[in-house]
């Protein structure tokens, strides 16, 4: 079991920055691919970005590429979303989520915990 708390959601004018933090308690830490997805209001869960266990390969939808960066700290169990250039389209629910066995797709199914999500709001 693992359980994850994200923090660092707001409200950020266009252009500005935010990172988000999720930290994860439970078992390993470093066992778990970890992902970023977002849901607006009105649409479905989408990706965001992914990272591996060992952190060297990273995954980032179209919309976000260039503009975020997911990282993470297997010695504090936690992983970031940096968002730079934000933009009012960026303005979601955002989740983390970790998986045990990942192939790499975007697909929600292969998470197997998620947080509660924080909100962020970008303003024009």
């Known amino acids: 079991q693992v359980q994850l708390v994200e923090s660092g959601g707001g409200l950020v004018q266009a252009g500005g920055s935010l990172r988000l933090s999720c930290a994860a308690s439970g078992r390993t830490f470093s066992s778990y691919a970890m992902g970023w997805f977002r849901q607006a209001p009105g649409k479905e869960r989408e990706f965001v970005a992914s990272?591996?266990?060992?952190?060297?390969?990273?995954y980032y939808a179209d919309s976000v590429k260039g503009r975020f960066t997911i990282s993470r700290d297997n010695a504090k169990n936690t992983v970031y979303l940096q968002m730079n250039s934000l933009k009012p389209e960026d303005t979601a629910v955002y989740y983390c989520a970790a998986a045990e066995y990942y192939s790499g797709s975007y697909s929600s199914n292969e998470y197997d915990y998620w947080g509660q999500g924080t909100q962020v709001t970008v303003s024009s």
């Open positions: 990272v591996r266990r060992i952190g060297s390969r990273t």
